[in-house]
């Protein structure tokens, strides 16, 4: 395949994702829109919803999270919101960090419209998931999430230990990302029909890009089953509850989520 992966490195794959996300990033939302018929925004918004940040005990404590591939902003925007105007917790920050600045360019440029507490309550930070600044310290956050992002990364399980790192005991790693449609055959064939024809048609008639999405599909089929990503996480020293992840749409996308013991 163009991006197949089998005989490419670490360093290589690295630069591949850079010039795709580089070339998709103006086009970004839109095409995330299209390409999910817009169920995209109801997975964000369950996410954020079920992660509850704000909610704390006594209410108002400050809370400190790190979007990880954060990008345009989608994931860190529903947080502040949730936060601040849902909990009326004005004490939590976040922080959008992303390996590509194009990306952070359109979420930076996209933040200018929210309220002045909410963009107050935020910052960007160009980093490598891999290998996070020493700025963030050890022990230091509540949250790390990371939607959509994950599957980017040349070395996952380097990522997952950087999050275990950045974490306070008691701090939750929580996950978005594409996944597996095993359980249901009818709607996996459907599926990948839409995503190995539509998909890279899209990508070509409204973005002129058809190899970048060709590669966004792609990576979500070498991506890990449910079970294998929260054995990855457990390998990296988080603790799950139940099956350590929840399917969503049959599994078309997937939240996994671990504690910091
Ligand atoms: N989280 C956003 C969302 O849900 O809309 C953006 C997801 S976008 C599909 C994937 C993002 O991962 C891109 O912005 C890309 O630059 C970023 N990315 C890829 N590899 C990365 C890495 N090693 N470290 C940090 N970010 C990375």
Wanted: charged share 20%; net charge negative.
């Amino acid at each position: 395949t163009h991006f197949g992966y089998e005989t490419v490195t670490e360093g290589e794959k690295q630069e591949r994702v850079a010039g795709v996300f580089h070339s998709v990033a103006e086009s970004y939302d839109k095409m995330n829109d299209l390409m999910s018929l817009g169920v995209h925004r109801l997975w964000k918004d369950h996410f954020v919803s079920s992660l509850n940040p704000g909610a704390t005990n006594p209410p108002g404590r400050p809370q400190r999270i790190l979007d990880v591939a954060g990008g345009t902003g989608d994931i860190a925007f529903r947080m502040l919101q949730r936060a601040h105007e849902f909990h009326g917790n004005p004490n939590v920050h976040v922080t959008i960090s992303d390996i590509n600045p194009s990306m952070l360019a359109v979420g930076r440029q996209r933040s200018l419209v929210l309220p002045a507490s909410h963009q107050s309550s935020l910052s960007f930070l160009e980093a490598n998931a891999e290998i996070l600044p020493s700025s963030l310290k050890d022990n230091s956050l509540d949250l790390y999430t990371v939607a959509f992002g994950i599957r980017n990364f040349s070395n996952v399980l380097a990522a997952l230990r950087e999050a275990h790192r950045v974490l306070k005991p008691g701090g939750v790693f929580a996950c978005l990302e594409f996944s597996k449609v095993d359980k249901y055959p009818l709607l996996n064939a459907i599926y990948k029909q839409w995503s190995f024809s539509a998909i890279p048609l899209i990508g070509q008639l409204v973005a002129a890009d058809r190899d970048s999405y060709q590669y966004l599909v792609e990576s979500i089929e070498r991506f890990p089953s449910q079970e294998d990503f929260r054995d990855m996480i457990v390998d990296a020293g988080f603790a799950v509850a139940g099956e350590g992840y929840e399917d969503l749409t049959g599994g078309i996308a997937a939240i996994h989520r671990g504690i910091k013991p």
